[in-house]
């Protein structure tokens, strides 16, 4: 009988230091994760080199290493806009793009409402979450969109004079700041 005791408690204790140590395993992992947010995250500063007016009337400024491409587009949703691209083709791993579209405040009845909706059509599910996005001079309504390794960021820059920009951009989950900073810079020439 002591020697069955003896094997219990040794295997209890063989046992708690088990627990103790997943316990430690998975406050480290939930540590790593949070710091791992907090960096993908995080808000750069914009060093803008660039500045670009399109013929739509917006003017943005930005990194040109970034976002070598800036042009006029036609869009089978957005039609007429301003395109920046990290390359020329979306092939490229590293692709990342921004439309930026002027247009009143009816022109769509619920821009970010409606390309949600298309999104989820597309990707299944998305987690739509608030971003909060300051421009002076104007009121911004703007959303982060989680797909798998992607965000779609969707945006409505309301302007005091009835203008509104319209803005839909996709990038890696580590690039959301390139897109954040791009936001920001817009206004209307």
């Given at each position: 009988?002591?020697?069955?005791?003896?094997?219990?408690?040794?295997?209890?204790?063989?046992?708690?230091?088990?627990?103790?140590?997943?316990?430690i395993i998975v406050l480290l992992g939930a540590l790593a994760y949070f710091v791992l947010t907090l960096v993908v995250n995080r808000r750069t500063p914009a060093s803008p080199d660039t500045r670009c007016t399109a013929e739509n009337g917006i003017s943005v400024y930005y990194e040109s290493a970034v976002w070598p491409v800036c042009e006029m587009t036609e869009d089978a949703t957005l039609g007429r806009?301003?395109?920046?691209?990290s390359a020329e083709s979306s092939d490229d791993a590293n692709y990342q793009v921004v439309l930026f579209q002027k247009g009143m405040k009816d022109t769509y009845e619920d821009f970010i409402g409606q390309s949600e909706k298309e999104l989820k059509?597309?990707?299944?599910?998305?987690?739509?979450?608030?971003?909060?996005?300051?421009?002076?001079?104007?009121?911004?309504?703007?959303?982060?969109?989680?797909?798998?390794a992607y965000y779609a960021v969707l945006a409505t820059i309301e302007y005091d004079s009835g203008d509104v920009i319209y803005v839909s951009g996709l990038t890696k989950l580590a690039s959301i700041s390139d897109i954040v900073n791009l936001v920001e810079s817009v206004s209307l020439s």
């Open positions: 009988m002591p020697k069955d005791i003896h094997q219990r408690d040794t295997a209890q204790q063989r046992s708690s230091r088990l627990l103790l140590a997943m316990g806009a301003l395109e920046l691209a059509q597309a990707y299944g599910v998305i987690s739509p979450r608030k971003v909060d996005l300051s421009i002076d001079g104007a009121a911004v309504t703007a959303v982060r969109c989680d797909i798998q």
